[in-house]
């Protein structure tokens, strides 16, 4: 049978009972696989890796050694949350690294973004090497990797290690959610007692903000567009909108316009609103926004952000436009 096949049998995980199940079931196959040797994994805070850190550690404790890198490209309070649910909730055994000014150094004045996303994938793999070179014991490497995941690169991804670690480092891998989908992957979530913040937590690019501070980052840009994106989030989180809206988030362009602030003309950047609805990131629709939620927003951002003067929404649906600007 191949183990990256999910069995035709293999009843869709949709209630606790079923996830409780799968748990167990799991934690089982862990055990026997990883015996008492150490594991290594990446946990960036998302969906993924938030559920096979929670299932690891029920597993095998602290045998697991997660590594959160923050790349200084986080959304506001998401790092903050990595070691408040892990580290401290959970008692897991957390590396936790601030990579901020190696990061934001390399990216200073790329304004490509190709270049931007080869700079900030190439970087986290050197970081996770050499964290692995300094740790004793590693014989295993846990990914998130979801059966989508295998689906779209034919088997490819379930292969291979983090893309791009050197060959003296090739670790045997932990999988425990390879056969789920993403909607079962968040049942587990939540049975195995992640904060709904984390569980249902909307699509976030592995560059962050990287690539929603558009053009060549600066310090002052990104960290205005963080502040601009948690607004957002915070009404959408008020209105219900989050639970309705498949990805929201705010883009902010390298470009200045004239603006007024206390009776004097200033420059300042738009934040730009993105809004869509999806089925399969393939086509996306426009979500309608009511405009007292936009106002409110626009008001809000335009008084508690510095440096931004402006906010605009993008009408454009995919295809014309793809759901990120970069």
């Known amino acids: 049978m191949n183990p990256n096949k999910r069995p035709d049998d293999m009843k869709r995980i949709t209630t606790r009972e079923l996830a409780n199940a799968f748990i167990d079931e799991q934690i089982k196959a862990v055990r026997e696989q990883v015996g008492s040797k150490k594991v290594l994994l990446a946990l960036s805070g998302g969906v993924d890796s938030s559920v096979v850190a929670a299932l690891l550690i029920k597993a ?72 692995a070179r300094g740790l004793e014991g590693i014989e295993f490497l846990a990914q998130g990797t979801i059966y989508p995941d295998i689906i779209e690169s034919d088997g490819v991804k379930a292969h291979h290690n983090v893309g791009g670690l050197p060959e003296d480092l090739q670790f045997e891998l932990v999988e425990p959610v390879k056969l789920l989908y993403k909607d079962e992957v968040r049942e587990v979530g939540r049975a195995l007692g992640l904060p709904s913040s984390m569980v249902d937590r909307q699509p976030f690019p592995g560059p962050g903000l990287g690539v929603r501070c558009l053009g060549a980052i600066t310090r002052d840009r990104l960290e205005a567009l963080r502040e601009a994106d948690a607004i957002l989030r915070e009404e959408f989180e008020n209105s219900g909108l989050s639970k309705t809206v498949w990805q929201y988030f705010i883009a902010v362009p390298d470009v200045k316009s004239v603006g007024v602030k206390d009776g004097k003309r200033y420059e300042g950047w738009p934040a730009i609103i993105r809004a869509v609805n999806t089925t399969d990131a393939m086509t996306a629709t426009i979500e309608e926004i009511p405009y007292a939620l936009l106002h409110r927003i626009t008001d809000r951002i335009t008084k508690e952000v510095e440096g931004i003067n402006r906010v605009c929404y993008d009408l454009t649906p995919k295809p014309v436009g793809t759901i990120e600007w970069e």
């Open 60 to 131: 095998i404790g602290k045998q697991l050694v997660c590594v959160h890198v923050n790349h200084g490209l986080m959304r506001k309070g998401e790092s903050e949350q990595v070691i408040d649910v892990f580290e401290k909730g959970l008692g897991a055994n957390l590396v936790y690294i601030d990579a901020t000014d190696r990061y934001l150094s390399k990216l200073e004045g790329v304004s490509s973004p190709e270049e931007k996303r080869k700079i900030i994938g190439a970087e986290f793999i050197r970081i996770f090497e050499e964290e």
